[in-house]
């Protein structure tokens, strides 16, 4: 997918379709609107929560905490290798079985009065059940829908989900994150971070190359060339409620540094060496409904996650995903450096991020604006807003029905 860089034009007409209304400055910072956010998406949407490279065994498990539902949940695979989802409560009383992150387990037992879930959530003993006015059937662990698409664990809390994941993903991104290193990834490396920011902010801030020239002028240099200087992508891509970009080719030789010249074609020949990728030169990012992206590039397999805490808080998990053992030392410390970059880089985003935030919770501003190579932007506001306005319209006519 090399592309002729001189006669290179930034693809603004894919984005015409979008429209140029400025956008409601609410949409970011309104508690008011981000409850219909959150009930409309999140309570409802198939989100990404992890990688099956966590659950290679039976018994294992992992446990993530979803602060916008107040929810925790175990996600486990069962002794039939099955991957299964449940709420972190206990039936009798509501105690949470489960304080570590991560682990293997035989059985959920619960700290309080020791009732005892298989791993498939059956209730399967209860000290003195005799004397309680239920049976075991009804207090089974209360399930989450879980499904994997491309390695990528998804959960969804909606006991009933609209739509199956493949649906919601749709035959592109299935396809795509099938593809890509990451569906084989063995291990990966990961920070997580909390942020005063709105989750749609937060996560515009790394579908757009605007301002990669202003906020990293040395760490982002080699994103942007004379032809391009703000390094806006090759093209777009868009597929229902998710995205793509094809990113411009990030090997400017007169910025990046020896060590990247050095690490970078070594993680992309490992990757063709263990046939990872069909186009070694791919360069695209996927963008998964609603705060979730991920390269297919062979060198950096790079995926951000941003869930709602609030209206103005978030959390972000950055893993970067990695195929097969860390055989040399040269191995380890290409995987260490992209880590490393990754940090650089986003320590540079946070604070303009957080100042964003700052400026627009005053209410000051009406209104924001995307520029046509901030397309994707304005597609996951058009998007959101478009289940947001659905759902309201749902919730009248129930009204009305009463
Ligand atoms: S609350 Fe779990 S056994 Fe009592
Ligand atoms: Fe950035």
């Given at each position: 997918?090399?592309?002729d860089v001189?006669?290179?034009?930034?693809?603004?007409d894919q984005?015409?379709?979008l429209?140029?209304d400025?956008?409601?400055?609410?949409a970011?910072y309104?508690?008011?609107?981000?409850e219909l956010?959150?009930q409309a998406i999140?309570?409802?949407?198939w989100l990404?929560?992890?990688?099956?490279c966590e659950?290679?065994e039976?018994?294992s498990?992992i446990?993530?905490?979803?602060?916008?539902a107040k929810?925790?949940?175990l996600?486990?695979r069962?002794?039939?290798?099955v991957i299964?989802?449940f709420?972190?409560?206990c039936?009798h009383r509501?105690?949470?079985l489960?304080?570590?992150?991560?682990g293997k387990?035989n059985?959920?037992?619960?700290?309080?009065?020791?009732?005892?879930?298989?791993?498939?959530?059956?209730?399967?003993s209860?000290p003195d059940?005799?004397r309680f006015y239920?049976?075991?059937?009804?207090?089974?662990l209360k399930?989450?829908?879980?499904?994997?698409c491309g390695?990528?664990?998804f959960?969804?809390?909606?006991?009933e989900p609209?739509?199956?994941l493949?649906e919601?993903l749709?035959?592109?991104?299935?396809e795509?994150?099938e593809t890509?290193?990451?569906?084989?990834?063995?291990d990966f490396?990961e920070?997580?971070y909390?942020?005063d920011a709105?989750?749609?902010?937060t996560?515009?801030?790394?579908q757009?190359?605007y301002?990669?020239k202003?906020i990293h002028?040395?760490t982002g240099?080699?994103?942007?060339?004379?032809?391009?200087p703000?390094?806006?992508?090759?093209?777009?891509g868009?597929?229902g409620?998710?995205r793509?970009?094809?990113f411009?080719?990030n090997?400017?030789?007169?910025?990046?540094t020896?060590?990247q010249q050095?690490?970078?074609p070594m993680?992309a020949?490992?990757?063709?060496?263990?046939g990872?990728m069909?186009?070694?030169?791919?360069?695209e990012?996927?963008?998964?409904?609603?705060?979730?992206?991920?390269f297919?590039?062979?060198?950096q397999h790079?995926?951000?996650v941003v869930?709602?805490i609030s209206?103005t808080r978030?959390?972000?998990?950055i893993r970067l995903?990695?195929v097969g053992?860390?055989e040399?030392?040269?191995d380890?410390f290409?995987r260490?450096?992209c880590?490393a970059?990754?940090?650089?880089?986003?320590v540079?985003d946070v604070n303009?991020?957080?100042?964003?935030?700052?400026?627009?919770?005053?209410g000051?501003l009406?209104?924001?604006?995307f520029?046509a190579?901030?397309?994707l932007?304005?597609?996951?506001?058009l998007?959101?807003?478009g289940i947001?306005?659905a759902?309201k319209?749902?919730?009248?006519?129930a009204g009305?029905?009463?």
């Amino acid at each position: 997918m090399n592309i002729d860089v001189a006669s290179y034009q930034p693809p603004a007409d894919q984005t015409a379709w979008l429209g140029t209304d400025p956008i409601p400055a609410k949409a970011y910072y309104d508690p008011d609107y981000y409850e219909l956010e959150r009930q409309a998406i999140f309570m409802r949407t198939w989100l990404t929560i992890g990688h099956v490279c966590e659950l290679l065994e039976p018994g294992s498990f992992i446990r993530r905490d979803l602060e916008f539902a107040k929810a925790s949940i175990l996600i486990v695979r069962g002794k039939d290798g099955v991957i299964r989802g449940f709420h972190n409560a206990c039936t009798h009383r509501g105690t949470q079985l489960e304080g570590r992150g991560e682990g293997k387990a035989n059985a959920f037992i619960c700290p309080y009065h020791r009732w005892n879930f298989g791993l498939d959530g059956a209730l399967r003993s209860a000290p003195d059940f005799e004397r309680f006015y239920t049976t075991k059937e009804n207090c089974a662990l209360k399930p989450v829908s879980v499904d994997v698409c491309g390695g990528m664990i998804f959960v969804n809390l909606d006991p009933e989900p609209a739509q199956s994941l493949h649906e919601f993903l749709g035959e592109y991104i299935v396809e795509r994150l099938e593809t890509i290193p990451a569906a084989k990834a063995t291990d990966f490396c990961e920070y997580t971070y909390e942020i005063d920011a709105n989750w749609k902010l937060t996560y515009d801030n790394f579908q757009e190359s605007y301002h990669l020239k202003f906020i990293h002028p040395r760490t982002g240099a080699a994103s942007y060339t004379p032809e391009n200087p703000f390094g806006y992508p090759e093209n777009y891509g868009f597929h229902g409620v998710h995205r793509s970009q094809q990113f411009w080719p990030n090997y400017n030789p007169d910025v990046t540094t020896p060590v990247q010249q050095t690490v970078f074609p070594m993680l992309a020949g490992y990757a063709t060496e263990k046939g990872l990728m069909p186009d070694p030169t791919n360069r695209e990012y996927y963008a998964v409904f609603p705060g979730f992206f991920i390269f297919g590039s062979p060198t950096q397999h790079f995926s951000h996650v941003v869930y709602p805490i609030s209206a103005t808080r978030s959390r972000g998990v950055i893993r970067l995903y990695w195929v097969g053992d860390w055989e040399t030392a040269s191995d380890r410390f290409a995987r260490e450096y992209c880590l490393a970059i990754a940090r650089e880089v986003h320590v540079e985003d946070v604070n303009v991020i957080k100042a964003g935030q700052r400026g627009l919770n005053s209410g000051a501003l009406e209104h924001i604006h995307f520029q046509a190579l901030e397309g994707l932007c304005r597609h996951l506001y058009l998007v959101s807003n478009g289940i947001v306005e659905a759902y309201k319209a749902e919730q009248e006519a129930a009204g009305e029905a009463q």
